[in-house]
């Protein structure tokens, strides 16, 4: 299995202000895989509440996934948000349960969604001018691996990169997650675990490799780490929080996992034959050509 990949990059030399652009054909894409990824999967279904071009001023996407599971009869809904002020350069990226979005002026337009996890105030390249973008759509519509990916990089190791989209079939529960990065390499996930009927929230990637400084290393497959309460010295000790296992969360095989932080777009070929490209600064790494056999 193996990526279909877009290049939206723009050199910033066709006049106006590209990063609407950008974002305006990579909403093009996803709405063509989020009509087929849907028809394959009629019992969870994906859907835009706000995308770019809705707001003036602003840009970025709120999506919405309809799981397969209930809870309590009722079916789960999940919300991602990332949404870039284009007069500031801030961002806010936000992933969490439906029933903590509430539509209106909050962010331009977009709305508020309390609850689950997210961060403010990173920096998109707010000025007019023509800048360059690094941006790239990566997605699958195999059955059971479906994903897409947009992630786009004004400046290479710096807070002006994100991957902004990422939605995925978990290959461990079969159902939809949701994931974003802001642009200072901060990762946020929402899915749902089946079997305890409770919302998984994460804010980062397994790491197998703590330094960066190490030569580029991949995990196959991905797995996401659900926050788990903090353990600190307290007195007396019953007030320490239970020790819990957490079910894993597995992105489709596709993906893998890299130990440097910061990069965007770096392109890497294992010893195995196979290609990979970064997608962000969350050490997360996209397979481009499969290995050799």
């Known amino acids: 299995m193996v990526a279909t990949i877009t290049d939206l990059s723009r050199r910033g030399d066709t006049g106006g202000f590209v990063v609407p652009q950008v974002f305006a054909s990579a909403d093009a894409l996803l709405r063509t895989w989020m009509a087929a990824a849907n028809a394959q999967n009629p019992s969870q279904q994906l859907s835009i509440v706000k995308a770019p071009g809705d707001v003036p001023g602003f840009t970025g996407w709120v999506i919405k996934a309809r799981l397969a599971v209930l809870d309590a009869g009722q079916p789960v809904e999940l919300i991602s948000q990332w949404v870039a002020n284009l007069t500031t350069g801030a961002i806010t990226t936000h992933c969490g349960l439906a029933s903590g979005y509430t539509p209106g002026a909050a962010l331009g337009g977009y709305g508020a969604l309390t609850g689950g996890v997210g961060t403010t105030n990173s920096l998109i390249e707010p000025l007019p001018e023509p800048l360059p973008i690094g941006a790239m759509v990566a997605s699958s519509l195999a059955a059971d691996q479906e994903y897409f990916c947009f992630a786009h990089s004004q400046h290479t190791f710096s807070n002006r990169q994100a991957v902004v989209v990422l939605i995925a079939k978990d290959v461990y529960s079969g159902q939809w997650h949701l994931s974003l990065t802001d642009n200072l390499s901060v990762i946020g996930v929402v899915g749902w675990r089946a079997n305890r009927s409770l919302p998984f929230l994460s804010n980062s990637l397994r790491l197998d490799y703590a330094s960066s400084t190490l ?64 997608m962000g600064g969350a050490r997360l790494a996209l397979r481009l050509v499969e290995a050799t056999p």
């Open 215 to 278: 030569p580029l290393m991949l995990t196959v497959p991905v797995q996401w780490v659900p926050i788990t309460p903090g353990i600190a010295a307290a007195t007396p000790p019953a007030v320490n929080p239970p020790v819990q296992w957490f079910d894993p969360v597995v992105l489709p095989a596709d993906f893998g996992l890299y130990n440097r932080t910061a990069g965007m777009f770096g392109y890497f070929i294992g010893s195995d034959g196979s290609h990979w490209l970064q």
